[in-house]
């Protein structure tokens, strides 16, 4: 098991910025893929934000592409999100896998996830 565990939601006006953490805890492997996802009330939960530790680099999705950063301190994971907008409103969830081949963009491909967080933008 590797527990996660999110904090630093909230509300914020849009162009402003939030800095999202995830603790995690219990490693087993030397190296994990560790992601950001979000969901907004009626969609399904999409990728944000990708980090492998074994190397320290990130991917993100087209949507949040310059305004986001993932990045990773000793064993907290985190996502510096700036320039928000209304449409980034959502619960965001920390997850995280070992590595098992390519970079895994589902949520079927994280085997450890966090309660969520909650991000509200408002325009």
């Known amino acids: 098991q590797v527990p996660l565990v999110e904090s630093g939601g909230g509300s914020v006006q849009a162009g402003g910025s939030l800095r999202l953490s995830c603790a995690a805890s219990g490693y087993t492997y030397s190296s994990y893929y560790m992601g950001w996802f979000r969901q907004a009330p009626g969609k399904e939960r999409e990728g944000v934000a990708t980090f492998y530790t074994g190397s320290g680099l990130g991917i993100y999705a087209d949507s949040v592409k310059c305004r986001f950063n993932i990045s990773q301190d000793k064993n907290t994971l985190y996502l510096q999100m700036n320039s928000l907008k209304p449409e980034d409103t959502a619960m965001y969830y920390c997850?995280?896998?070992?590595?098992?081949?390519?970079?895994?963009?589902?949520?079927?491909?994280?085997?450890?996830w966090g309660q969520g967080t909650q991000v509200t933008v408002s325009s």
């Open positions: 997850a995280a896998t070992p590595p098992r081949g390519a970079w895994p963009n589902r949520v079927d491909q994280y085997q450890y």
